[in-house]
């Protein structure tokens, strides 16, 4: 009876310390994997700075671009829409122009 209750003690504690061994590997394992997704955010942002910087005007247009379909889907009116028509309307019509002169004709 002593021996079983000895080796039954044993046991637990021998299930405990694999138990306490898991979490706090799964806790480390969780750990690197923030650590790492950090430096990969960190490492992306400063790859897209680095583009931003290397292309300036791309960067601006793109920017622009987002601002106004966000406007248009989320903000605008209806009035607003009916002068955006006529600035687009405007707008093809000095590229067509261009595009001519540019042909040559």
């Given at each position: 009876?002593?021996?079983?209750?000895?080796?039954?003690i044993v046991s637990l504690v021998a299930l405990l310390a694999l138990y306490i061994q898991g979490?706090?590997?799964k806790r480390e394992q969780k750990r690197?994997?923030?650590?790492?997704?950090?430096?990969?955010?960190?490492?992306?942002?400063?790859a897209n700075k680095r583009w931003q910087e290397k292309n300036?005007?791309?960067a601006k247009y793109i920017s622009a671009r987002s601002r106004a379909r966000s406007f248009i889907k989320n903000h605008a009116l209806e009035e607003d829409l009916d002068e955006f028509m006529g600035l687009i309307l405007e707008r093809k019509q000095?590229?067509?122009?261009?595009?001519?002169?540019?042909?040559?004709i």
């Open positions: 009876m002593k021996i079983l209750s000895i080796l039954l979490y706090f590997l690197l994997l923030k650590e790492r997704d950090e430096v990969g955010k960190n490492s992306q942002t400063e300036k005007e791309r000095m590229l067509n122009e261009m595009k001519l002169d540019q042909d040559g």
